[in-house]
């Protein structure tokens, strides 16, 4: 039963993610040529993705902790994460299994600049609720 709630509570509001590559003293980034890179299926697919693959740690859910943990990587030409690191921890067991879920992601869809593909950087934002 709390495995059932705790699932449709991940579903419901997980993850975020934010586009860094578009940082607003770059005229690259401001250009209309540019396109963010993007999740397969879009945010509900990552928000999906995310709740089938997060493990909330047990000592984090004994003690009751919930919140953000921000996680910043690298996207390249084709899609694929990289060099996953936290930008803003929550604790130590949730940032662990909040970096390993990014991981697992499959490739995204690549930022483009005037139809090509380029490196960006993504944050992902991986939320804690308990009920």
Not at 39 to 54: E, H, P, Q, V, W
Not at 105 to 120: E, G, H
Request: one cysteine or more.
């Amino acid at each position: 039963m709390f495995v059932k709630r705790f699932s449709i509570l991940l579903v419901l509001l997980l993850a975020t993610y934010y586009n860094v590559a578009a940082q607003p003293d770059s005229s690259l980034y401001k250009s209309k040529y540019y396109c963010p890179a993007m999740f397969k299926g879009g945010d509900d697919s990552m928000y999906t993705f995310i709740a089938r693959n997060l493990q909330y740690p047990h000592v984090a859910r004994e003690n009751n902790i919930e919140g953000r943990v921000m996680v910043r990587c690298t996207l390249s030409e084709q899609g694929i994460i990289s060099n996953p690191v936290i930008k803003r921890s929550l604790e130590r067991n949730c940032d662990s299994a909040a970096l390993e879920v990014v991981r697992k992601m499959p490739p995204w869809i690549p930022a483009t600049f005037r139809s090509s593909p380029i490196p960006s950087q993504q944050i992902i934002v991986v939320q804690y609720y308990l009920e």
